[in-house]
């Protein structure tokens, strides 16, 4: 299942970017000692607190007031779920992860 992809994409898409910024999206695969590692990176501003408790939570969403985001239910993302077990968050100074096997 690819969807995951999308909803990182849209994500990026609705992601917050300095006036004189070109939005960019990296992304890599690599080769990991327990499997495959996708790395999607970014230059957008970075999480608020509020953004790091809205992924944290379920149907929860710093974007629902802002009407052109694509994504405002806050359950997009987390369809990375569906292809991995840990999913490290790297973004503004925070630094975290959710790890279904622990």
Known sequence: DTHFLLELFANADDNKYAPAVRPQVHVQIRQHSAGHVLWLRNNEKGFSPEDVEA???VANST???RGAAIGRMGIG???VFTVANRVQV???GFHFAFDATS
């Open 77 to 79: 993302w987390k369809s």
């Open 63 to 65: 974007k629902k007031s």
């Open 90 to 92: 790297h973004s503004q």
């Open 55 to 57: 992924m944290c939570s």
